[in-house]
């Protein structure tokens, strides 16, 4: 009896978890969102910062282009006034009321008006580009980490086999070619040499013309554009996650969780997908949200090569125009959709790992 | 014990050690044919950018008589559109791409090395202020900001380039130097010299470092590769103002030109491409045999 | 006729410098409701061997020669011949094993309740409502609260709580086998002790048979029927208990009886055996225990020697100095261990 009640005790002083107890910052999934709104703000700063205080900045060349193309009709306090509704910044307060009041247009999504379409909200610039951005990068994304993660699986449940040699060789040669060396080769000889791919046709995010629906032919018409971006954010990701996977799984296999699942009689297929699968995929969900952020940055070349309108293409045509507050609003915007696939990433971790904040605990 | 370890060996006995330990290293690495295939890769790439070019001419006239043409004896390579010859553009193409990726890789590597080190030594407030900046820095989307650094501040001179590069990615090696600084930090040796009130400094670069040698030079390589592969990125976009010739501002004449689309083209524009996927398909396996050599369980493979 | 009979087992590890034979020429049988303690020191080959018994061995591990006789019912099957899905059949339902490392015996992402039905499911118990009947009976056998039990993740729980949730498991299906190796090594003394008493309770409650393997006699004793030393692969003694205890005739287990700590000796008492097991690689010629040997005289190093009957029944012993080592030990030469005995 006394047995009993010492185990029961244990139970109480094994399930009686720190986290009642520690702080919160601990926390992972608390931590997560302090990065996240930290992130953001270390970029909002930069960007006011490279914007608006950098000698030579991009609103003091703005005054002086207003006043030179009025041919001196402007003073130099006029000129000022409509750069400060241009940048949405009020340019006679103090540097930090400015900045202040900078941050708050931030909070009400208040990016400015573009300099080339007066009128033209930066914020709407950016919502009809970034759903192509995240459409295209997000579907070559998934389906790279999906076929990588079972390629992986495989070369490491066959390792050093032929298939383990193909696949990892495979890999590890096309992560480490940059993608837009990529993207030129497949437009060389796809396009230009071998004239199996139409590229002209498939330019823009969809066919010019056609009536935006949810119906199957803009949705196909949708994939046949973005087809080659994805391919080659395909490409990209995927001989990370084929290698990447193929270690976890061999140090997973390796794990006295997996021997004892085999001496327990487990069929092979519970222990590939539930004891070995699940436990090395886990580090990977980390990583899947670092590769958002790089991937999102490739984008501009791949969206330039292959003339598909997203972030990117727009980003840099607002740099050739010198575009000020279309290309700090973009950088605003991007940071904070990879800031937020960070912390979902975060969050699905926690999810998955029950060693980190889980929260609720046993009930029963 | 302490004073042994202390103990410092002869001038003799280290170029002794240092020539054993190639020896060594050259043997371990001959048993990775792709490693030792990046090594050699490394090396020809090597002198190719900073050696050939003392004994080859600089042919920098164009001759529009000879745009575009294929491959032929006088132009192993072709010509561009101006009718340049590519092969003599790939000789000196490749100086300023390599001194701007090794000078990035210095400096993201001091800084993750000075930095990392005093997080995991000093500890405390600096250590968590230091960690809590890495992260951030971590999910910042580089190329992006890249994009509009380049922009907005328009790097004229390689170094300022390469400063901007490296400033953009040394966060990861950071957080893994500190770790191991923190894992070296409890071992005998280091406490000993501590006990011994040897100082910071000394702690750092006479016990620490060198047991990191060979995890540094790995990551150094790893972060040549990243800088070279945002150099090009941004030198193919023309962010950066054009002067000169290496391989990436090859590839954005060879685009802007639409040379891309052009049949005959094909040599010009595929040379640079081959060129810098090739120096990074070199310094990627050498590395990664690297790896395989000095932390073999990292990569789980036999 | 005995529940399991080893005859003539060998395993060998292939490295990159060349076979490793782990373990050689092993025999021995298991009589129903019998424990039979394996000792020896690690590298000994005492966990290759109980790996092996369920053909669990890791990659590039060979079984080069014996059989493994299993037997229910009257009929006898060799393990070493059933096919991957008797095999799995094999393992758990009639010979389940509780590891070394318990604290890493679970899966971490899944619940306990999971792995318990992941077990039952393997085996064919499909109704979820009489799997968790029986798993509530079988946790309550090992004094857990099912209820929170059943429920938490692997990390919740305590090292001797995963102990004894693994020891459930493992009666999960009435295996007529059960192999415990080192099952108490990383618990604190309190639980290990707990641990064993849980087991002597269930074996009389349940009557299966059970090979232990340890390098701790102290902790083999308590439960073990018989005993066998193993040494660089091979049985070198084997005896009833008390005969292993009193009347050990190989030098190599009265090395291990003397490092046994002494509950009445003083502190300092524990005499190690001196010398290092030898490199399977390159076993000496003759005895590999002879270069660590008190006794070892030139005959020891010219061929290995084999079990032979020593002076006491049921009780072999691979040493051609046995009469040696009785003369020096008398009959009663280990009492202070025998005192821990009683």
Not at chain 1, 14 to 43: C, E, F, N, Q, S
Not at chain 1, 281 to 295: E, H, M
Not at chain 3, 191 to 199: A, E, H, N
Request: proline share 4%; net charge neutral.
């Amino acid at each position: 009896m006394t047995t009993a009640v010492a185990a029961k005790a244990q139970v109480r002083t094994a399930m009686d978890p720190r986290r009642y107890l520690g702080d919160t910052w601990r926390h992972p999934v608390a931590r997560a969102a302090v990065k996240a709104l930290l992130t953001i703000w270390v970029t909002t700063t930069l960007t006011f910062a490279l914007i608006r205080l950098m000698p030579g900045s991009p609103v003091e060349l703005k005054i002086d282009e207003l006043i030179q193309t009025s041919n001196g009709a402007l003073s130099y306090e006029d000129a000022k006034a409509i750069a400060s509704s241009l940048f949405a910044i009020n340019l006679n307060a103090p540097f930090h009321e400015q900045y202040l009041s900078f941050v708050w247009n931030l909070l009400h999504f208040d990016l400015g008006n573009s300099f080339l379409s007066s009128g033209t909200s930066v914020t709407s610039i950016i919502i009809a580009v970034l759903p192509w951005t995240l459409f295209s990068v997000g579907t070559g994304l998934l389906l790279s980490f999906i076929v990588g993660i079972g390629l992986g699986l495989l070369a490491a449940y066959r390792r050093d086999s032929l298939l383990d040699r193909v696949v990892s060789t495979g890999g590890s040669l096309i992560s480490s070619i940059p993608n837009y060396l990529i993207a030129l080769m497949l437009i060389l000889f796809l396009g230009v040499q071998w004239h199996l791919i139409n590229f002209t046709s498939m330019r823009g995010a969809y066919t010019s013309g056609l009536q935006p629906g949810f119906n199957l032919t803009f949705i196909g018409d949708i994939f046949y554009h973005a087809a080659l971006p994805i391919t080659i954010y395909f490409l990209t990701q995927i001989g990370h996650w084929i290698l990447s996977m193929r270690s976890a799984t061999l140090s997973a296999l390796e794990e006295d969780y997996v021997t004892a699942a085999r001496a327990r009689g487990l069929s092979d297929g519970r222990i590939r997908t539930a004891y070995v699968g699940r436990n090395a995929v886990l580090p990977l969900v980390t990583q899947l949200a670092i590769s958002v952020g790089f991937i999102v940055g490739g984008a501009a070349i791949i969206e330039q090569l292959f003339a598909y309108q997203g972030v990117g293409l727009r980003l840099l045509a607002a740099v050739t125009q010198r575009d000020y507050p279309v290309i700090q609003g973009i950088i605003m915007l991007t940071t904070i959709a990879v800031v937020v696939a960070n912390l979902a990433a975060d969050l699905i971790y926690s999810k998955l790992d029950p060693r980190i904040g889980r929260a609720g605990g046993a009930s029963g | 014990m302490t004073t042994a370890i202390l103990a410092r060996p002869t001038t003799g006995q280290r170029l002794l050690g240092f020539w054993l330990s190639i020896v060594d290293f050259l043997r371990l690495l001959s048993r990775r044919p792709v490693g030792l295939i990046g090594f050699f890769g490394i090396v020809f790439f090597l002198l190719l950018a900073f050696v050939a070019p003392l004994f080859v001419p600089f042919q920098n006239d164009p001759s529009l008589a000879d745009i575009y043409q294929t491959p032929s004896r006088a132009h192993p390579l072709g010509t561009d559109f101006q009718g340049k010859d590519v092969l003599n553009q790939i000789v000196f193409g490749g100086r300023d791409i390599l001194t701007v990726a090794i000078l990035a890789a210095l400096v993201s590597t001091v800084i993750a090395i000075t930095f990392g080190a005093i997080a995991a030594i000093v500890g405390g407030k600096v250590d968590s202020t230091i960690l809590a900046i890495t992260d951030v820095t971590l999910t910042l989307p580089k190329l992006i900001l890249l994009i509009a650094v380049a922009a907005i501040l328009r790097p004229t001179s390689f170094v300022f380039l390469a400063v901007i590069l490296g400033l953009l990615q040394w966060s990861s090696l950071l957080r893994q130097i500190r770790a191991q600084v923190l894992s070296l930090k409890e071992r005998d040796y280091v406490e000993a010299a501590r006990s011994l009130d040897l100082g910071i400094v000394h702690i750092v670069f006479r016990e620490i470092l060198p047991t990191m040698r060979s995890y540094i030079a790995i990551h150094f390589i790893f972060a040549m590769t990243e800088a070279m592969y945002a150099q090009v990125f941004i030198v193919i976009l023309g962010l950066v103002p054009v002067s000169g010739s290496n391989w990436g501002i090859m590839l954005y004449f060879a685009q802007g030109q639409g040379a891309l689309f052009f049949r005959d083209s094909i040599w010009y524009i595929l040379s640079p491409i081959l060129a810098i996927s090739l120096v990074q398909l070199s310094l990627v396996s050498f590395a990664s045999a690297l790896e395989d050599i000095f932390n073999p369980r990292l990569r789980g493979s036999a | 006729m005995p529940v399991l009979s080893v005859r003539d087992l060998s395993i060998d590890y292939s490295t990159r410098r060349g076979p490793v034979h782990a373990v050689r020429n092993v025999s021995f049988e298991l009589e129903k409701s019998e424990t039979l303690a394996i000792i020896g020191e690690s590298g000994s080959g005492k966990t290759t061997l109980a790996v092996g018994l369920i053909r669990l061995s890791p990659r590039g591990t060979k079984v080069t020669s014996g059989q493994i006789l299993y037997t229910k019912n009257g009929l006898t099957t060799d393990i070493r011949t059933l096919d991957d899905d008797d095999l799995r059949e094999y393992r758990w339902a009639e010979a389940a094993m509780v590891f070394q490392a318990a604290l890493n015996s679970f899966n971490p992402v899944i619940t306990i309740w999971e792995q318990f039905n992941d077990t039952a499911r393997a085996h064919g118990m499909k109704d979820k409502h009489k799997v968790r009947d029986r798993a509530d009976e079988l946790l309550d056998l090992v004094h857990l609260d099912a209820k929170r039990v059943l429920h938490a993740f692997p990390h919740e729980l305590s090292g001797g709580m995963k102990q004894r949730v693994l020891i459930a498991l493992a009666l999960m299906l009435e295996p007529q086998l059960v192999i415990l190796d080192e099952p108490t090594t990383a618990l604190d003394i309190l639980t290990q002790r707990s641990i064993i008493d849980l087991l002597r309770q269930l074996r009389e409650k349940l009557g299966f048979s059970m090979i232990f393997i340890s390098h701790d006699l102290s902790i083999a004793a308590e439960l073990a029927d018989r005993m066998i030393t193993m040494y660089a692969g091979r049985v070198v003694e084997e005896a009833n208990v008390d005969d292993m205890f009193y009347r050990p005739r190989h030098p190599y287990s009265v090395g291990l009886l003397r490092a046994v700590p002494r509950v009445s000796g003083a502190l300092g008492s524990v005499a190690s055996i001196p010398g290092s097991p030898p490199d399977l690689m390159r076993l000496p010629v003759g005895c590999s225990y002879a270069p660590r040997c008190p006794y070892a005289i030139d005959a020891c190093r010219a061929e290995e020697p084999p079990l032979v009957a020593v002076d006491t029944p049921k009780h072999e012993a691979a040493c051609i100095r046995w009469k040696h080592v009785a003369e020096i030990l008398g009959s009663n030469a280990e009492v202070p261990v025998a005192e821990k005995l009683a």
